[in-house]
């Protein structure tokens, strides 16, 4: 049933398209990881890097998916049996938390109804009773991308001064870098994890380790095992352009290029854009009269947007006509919100008839699945788009 020609519209919240430009850099020799051209390239990206996550401190680069990145975090700066804070933001956050526990940490996990981000007043009053300071690191989803709920990062730093603890605090960047404001140093993030192939615009395949001095020390006293995911390796080597071990040659090509492609939008840019087709999203789902996962207006995400079909409906059965119809893949609900919702990815590389087109795949899906709708998100969404 699949149409037979036409390109598919990937509009899940990552992997996303990865920009013509980004394809033809990857498109490239392998060259020698250890000769002198590849040191250049090394160089070059890790100062990109800094930018992207707006800091000074060393950004380290794992051949890697998003999960690599998070143990790389945890198992640097944490000992067995330690205690951190995790918050049940969704599925993101409850999978590191997982992982977390596996490798013997103890997590407090504070549980959240998956419709709204981390609530900094309660990571406050966890943190002003452990006056002992038991508690290790705070660890959280910046954008969680299983809810389209965006946690305020600055208020949860903010809430770790305000109880005077010495937590590090270890933030999931992966679905909002690049798409969504986010600063390192100036929210005195520890570790921040970030992957490739989101709002970078990158195939999956690196993993990311922002790593502040704090959490550096963190490291010299952390006893749990770490082989692959040490950073010393990395720091060792990464100052002349060089990896412990083969890094993905081919991806950091990309990489230069789709760091390339930021800067020259400007990163202000790049969210503002986002944010647009953030809002125009939500005005399609008001439109349909469907509800949105998110329910604090201050947390919606910018990068995807989560709808709940109405009860009765499947979104996987949404989902299926309209890749069977359209050929457009929409992200699937996930966890507790499995058949219950499901994901438009609006984040990386679009524009607004990239947006149109799935909006309106979306809305001829619904009238096939025979889900009423109260009016037209399609024409509401065009009405905003053409509007500014
Ligand atoms: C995609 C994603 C992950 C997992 O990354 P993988 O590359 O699939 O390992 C983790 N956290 C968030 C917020 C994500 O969006």
Same mark, same amino acid.
């Given at each position: 049933m699949t149409p037979p020609a036409g390109r598919h519209f990937l509009q899940i919240p990552g992997p996303t398209n990865v920009p013509d430009r980004v394809l033809r850099a990857i498109n490239r020799p392998t060259i020698d990881h250890r000769g002198p051209d590849f040191s250049k390239l090394t160089l070059e990206i890790l100062d990109g890097l800094k930018k992207v996550f707006k800091t000074q401190a060393n950004v380290l680069v794992f051949p890697a998916s998003g999960t690599g990145a998070w143990e790389a975090a945890?198992? #640097?700066?944490?000992?067995? /049996?330690?205690? &951190?804070?995790?918050? +049940?933001?969704?599925?993101?956050?409850?999978?590191?938390? =997982?992982?977390?526990?596996?490798? *013997? &940490? +103890? $997590?407090?996990? &504070?549980?959240?109804?998956?419709?709204? /981000? $981390? !609530?900094?007043a309660q990571i406050e009053a966890r943190l002003a009773e452990d006056s002992s300071h038991q508690i290790k690191a705070v660890a959280v989803v910046h954008n969680e991308t299983s809810t389209g709920v965006a946690s305020r990062i600055r208020e949860v730093r903010g809430a770790i001064d305000a109880a005077s603890h010495p937590a590090l605090l270890m933030v999931d960047t992966i679905s909002s870098l690049g798409s969504i404001d986010y600063r390192h140093d100036e929210w005195g993030v520890d570790v921040t994890v970030g992957g490739s192939q989101k709002g970078l615009m990158l195939p999956p395949g690196l993993g990311f380790n922002a790593v502040s001095e704090r959490a550096l020390s963190a490291a010299g006293e952390a006893s749990l095992p770490r082989s692959y995911w040490d950073w010393d390796g990395m720091l060792a080597t990464n100052p002349q352009g060089f990896f412990?071990?083969?890094?993905?040659? #081919?991806?950091?090509? /990309?990489?230069? +290029?789709? @760091?390339?492609?930021?800067? %020259? %939008? *400007?990163?202000? =840019?790049?969210?503002?854009?986002?944010?647009?087709? =953030? %809002?125009?999203?939500?005005?399609? =789902?008001?439109?349909? /009269?469907?509800? &949105? @996962?998110?329910? !604090? +207006?201050r947390e919606y995400s910018s990068s995807l947007t989560a709808i709940m079909t109405p009860d009765g409906y499947d979104a996987d059965d949404l989902r299926k006509v309209i890749l069977d119809r359209f050929d457009m893949s929409l992200g699937t609900g996930l966890g507790k919100v499995k058949g219950r919702t499901f994901r438009i990815g609006h984040l990386g590389d679009l524009n607004d008839l990239t947006l149109m087109g799935t909006l309106a795949g979306v809305e001829m899906g619904l009238d096939i699945a025979g889900i009423s709708r109260a009016g037209s998100g399609v024409a509401a969404a065009m009405e905003f788009l053409s509007a500014d």
């Amino acid at each position: 049933m699949t149409p037979p020609a036409g390109r598919h519209f990937l509009q899940i919240p990552g992997p996303t398209n990865v920009p013509d430009r980004v394809l033809r850099a990857i498109n490239r020799p392998t060259i020698d990881h250890r000769g002198p051209d590849f040191s250049k390239l090394t160089l070059e990206i890790l100062d990109g890097l800094k930018k992207v996550f707006k800091t000074q401190a060393n950004v380290l680069v794992f051949p890697a998916s998003g999960t690599g990145a998070w143990e790389a975090a945890l198992v #640097n700066t944490l000992s067995p /049996g330690d205690r &951190i804070l995790m918050f +049940e933001t969704g599925q993101f956050a409850t999978l590191w938390c =997982a992982m977390a526990r596996k490798l *013997g &940490i +103890e $997590v407090d996990f &504070i549980p959240g109804d998956w419709r709204h /981000g $981390v !609530d900094p007043a309660q990571i406050e009053a966890r943190l002003a009773e452990d006056s002992s300071h038991q508690i290790k690191a705070v660890a959280v989803v910046h954008n969680e991308t299983s809810t389209g709920v965006a946690s305020r990062i600055r208020e949860v730093r903010g809430a770790i001064d305000a109880a005077s603890h010495p937590a590090l605090l270890m933030v999931d960047t992966i679905s909002s870098l690049g798409s969504i404001d986010y600063r390192h140093d100036e929210w005195g993030v520890d570790v921040t994890v970030g992957g490739s192939q989101k709002g970078l615009m990158l195939p999956p395949g690196l993993g990311f380790n922002a790593v502040s001095e704090r959490a550096l020390s963190a490291a010299g006293e952390a006893s749990l095992p770490r082989s692959y995911w040490d950073w010393d390796g990395m720091l060792a080597t990464n100052p002349q352009g060089f990896f412990p071990y083969t890094p993905s040659t #081919n991806l950091l090509y /990309g990489l230069r +290029e789709a @760091l390339q492609m930021l800067e %020259e %939008e *400007g990163l202000d =840019a790049v969210f503002a854009r986002h944010d647009r087709f =953030a %809002e125009a999203t939500r005005r399609a =789902a008001t439109a349909w /009269g469907l509800d &949105i @996962l998110a329910q !604090d +207006e201050r947390e919606y995400s910018s990068s995807l947007t989560a709808i709940m079909t109405p009860d009765g409906y499947d979104a996987d059965d949404l989902r299926k006509v309209i890749l069977d119809r359209f050929d457009m893949s929409l992200g699937t609900g996930l966890g507790k919100v499995k058949g219950r919702t499901f994901r438009i990815g609006h984040l990386g590389d679009l524009n607004d008839l990239t947006l149109m087109g799935t909006l309106a795949g979306v809305e001829m899906g619904l009238d096939i699945a025979g889900i009423s709708r109260a009016g037209s998100g399609v024409a509401a969404a065009m009405e905003f788009l053409s509007a500014d």
